[in-house]
């Protein structure tokens, strides 16, 4: 499958870079800077500015299927919406019909199910990167797309388990951890299952 990857850099979009490379993918990313790859190997690296539309049109063209794991790294000045406003036009113009984003946890309706202490966090460190990721996820809804939001809860950096709770909403009582390893590997699920066709899922591991 023709893979266009954005966010190959960060922390879940460097697990994706591996995964789609290792599936066999026909992977292209959409980086500002090439030296900050994980690996180049059987990638084909567009170098640009993912808020730039001819740098997104070039990175688009002929791609089957975008994930989306662009994710903000100032809180003050957050790029989501920015970057959505840019990709859904251009996957429009270039007739690519699936998407699938990480969003995060916490964001629109899935607020109501956070704890005391997250909806605190939420609405203060992350206030100006949820407002915009929760425009940005609603515009995705909007549109004509083949969609897929993905909402992990707090991510981690420890080893995939393979064993995780996804659902429409975070079932009580459980965890509200996930490593980025596992949310890539649902991600990568996805390429070939339309369970979470225009759907909403939350992703989190199954122990806390």
Same mark, same amino acid.
């Given at each position: 499958? $023709? !893979? =266009?990857?954005?966010? &190959?850099?960060?922390?879940?979009? +460097?697990?994706?870079?591996?995964?789609?490379?290792?599936?066999?993918?026909?992977?292209?990313?959409?980086? %500002?800077?090439?030296?900050?790859? #994980?690996?180049?190997?059987? /990638?084909?690296?567009?170098?640009?500015?993912?808020?730039?539309? +001819?740098?997104?049109? #070039?990175?688009?063209?002929?791609?089957?299927? !975008? =994930?989306? &794991? !662009?994710? +903000?790294?100032?809180?003050?000045?957050?790029?989501?919406?920015?970057?959505? %406003? @840019?990709?859904?036009?251009?996957? &429009? #113009? &270039?007739?690519?019909?699936?998407?699938? !984003?990480?969003?995060?946890?916490?964001?629109?309706?899935?607020?109501?199910?956070?704890?005391?202490?997250? $909806?605190?966090?939420?609405?203060? @460190?992350?206030?100006?990167?949820?407002?915009? $990721?929760? @425009?940005?996820?609603?515009? /995705?809804?909007?549109?004509?797309?083949?969609?897929?939001?993905?909402?992990?809860? %707090?991510?981690?950096?420890?080893?995939?388990?393979?064993?995780?709770?996804?659902?429409? %909403?975070?079932?009580?009582?459980?965890?509200?951890?996930v490593a980025r390893a596992d949310v890539a590997r649902f991600m990568m699920a996805q390429l070939g299952d339309d369970t979470? +066709?225009?759907?909403?899922? /939350?992703?989190?591991?199954?122990?806390?």
């Open positions: 499958m $023709k !893979v =266009l990857l954005l966010g &190959a850099t960060g922390g879940v979009g +460097s697990h994706l870079l591996r995964a789609s490379v290792a599936a066999g993918h026909d992977v292209r990313v959409l980086v %500002r800077d090439a030296t900050a790859l #994980e690996t180049s190997d059987e /990638v084909d690296v567009v170098v640009g500015d993912a808020t730039t539309p +001819s740098h997104m049109a #070039e990175a688009v063209a002929g791609r089957d299927v !975008v =994930l989306n &794991a !662009v994710g +903000s790294r100032n809180f003050r000045m957050p790029v989501e919406l920015e970057v959505g %406003r @840019v990709l859904l036009p251009a996957l &429009a #113009e &270039a007739g690519v019909g699936r998407l699938i !984003v990480c969003s995060a946890f916490g964001v629109g309706d899935s607020q109501r199910d956070a704890g005391a202490m997250q $909806k605190m966090f939420f609405h203060s @460190v992350l206030g100006r990167v949820y407002a915009a $990721k929760e @425009v940005a996820d609603a515009e /995705v809804r909007a549109s004509d797309l083949d969609w897929t939001l993905v909402y992990p809860t %707090r991510l981690t950096d420890g080893p995939a388990t393979g064993d995780l709770v996804v659902a429409e %909403r975070l079932p009580a009582g459980a965890s509200t951890k979470w +066709s225009r759907r909403t899922a /939350v992703v989190t591991g199954s122990q806390g």
